[in-house]
């Protein structure tokens, strides 16, 4: 079974950083990509960031320049490290792991940005 466990989330000021972290366990066919989105209260899921095998990452416009993903190495783990924050940025966050035909969540990790 495929678990994708994450980690890193917590209470910091505006302006402070924190890194998030996924891990996925299990037996995985072939990630094609891994992400993070996430859901604030009465808000639809939004994608934040996303890595695919082969590097490539895409951002979406209200974190570029402040959050950076990495990772997808053969222990198919990836970070989230997140700069300058903002009350705005108070969330779920949630990993994202995709393999041909299907995709994987994980829990979800509180992040909350004081102002």
Known sequence: QVQLVESGG??????????????VSGSIFKINAMGWYRQAPGKQRELVARISSGGTTNYADF????FTISGINAKNTVYL??????PEDTAVYYCNAQE????????????????
């Open 81 to 86: 490290q997140m700069i300058s924050l903002t």
């Open 100 to 115: 041909p035909g299907t995709q994987y969540w994980g829990q979800g990790t509180q992040v909350t940005v004081s102002s």
């Open 63 to 66: 974190v570029k320049g402040r």
């Open 10 to 23: 917590g209470l910091v000021q505006a302006g402070g950083s924190l890194r998030l972290s996924c891990a």
